[in-house]
């Protein structure tokens, strides 16, 4: 990746990292509060869960980007390499359509929470900044995939993989 890719990669990993933790001293406020002074304190848990909607956003963008997502393999593997690489393609052209449409979809939302007016109940932040982090998601995806796909596109084939013959077995 460039410097650019890189940097942005370092802020969105130290984005998801300070969600994560006002994410679990919030939530471990809340329960101390309730538990401990028999008090609870909504906005911890509104805090809480508007960090886990960033974080969790976030982190998709990340697993796409490093390729840990959860996925089936089994018909892939058994590709050769150039149809291998053009169903690649084909998945890296189909996040990018849905995450521009989800990108484009959330601006109208975010639109109406501006006109909208309306803020959350605990925290009394205007709720377009919880509704912020789908365009956020959605349109880093939608970068880094198109980023990725030209990679994608430049690198050269894998050579054909020999198939190992079976070991024998002794009887």
């Not at 802020?11 to 329960?31: G, H, P, W, Y």
């Amino acid at each position: 990746m460039n410097s650019v890719a890189t940097r942005l990669v370092k802020l969105e990993n130290a984005i998801i990292a300070v969600c994560f933790i006002v994410m679990t001293i919030a939530a471990f406020a809340q329960v101390v509060n309730r538990n401990l002074i028999g008090a609870g304190i909504s906005w911890f848990d509104e805090l809480a869960r508007y960090c886990m909607v960033y974080m969790t956003l976030l982190a998709t963008e990340a697993g796409l980007r490093d390729g840990s997502q959860i996925n089936i393999t089994a018909v892939i593997d058994k590709l050769s390499p150039l149809y291998k690489r053009i169903m690649q393609v084909i998945v890296k052209i189909v996040i990018i359509g849905f995450s521009a449409t989800i990108f484009w979809t959330s601006l109208t939302i975010i639109k109406k929470q501006i006109l909208s007016g309306q803020v959350s109940a605990g925290l009394n932040l205007p709720m377009w900044l919880p509704y912020l982090s789908l365009p956020i998601a959605f349109c880093l995806i939608t970068i880094v995939q198109l980023y990725c796909l030209g990679i994608l596109i430049k690198s050269p084939l894998p050579a054909k993989e020999e198939k190992k013959p079976a070991k024998e077995e002794k009887k």
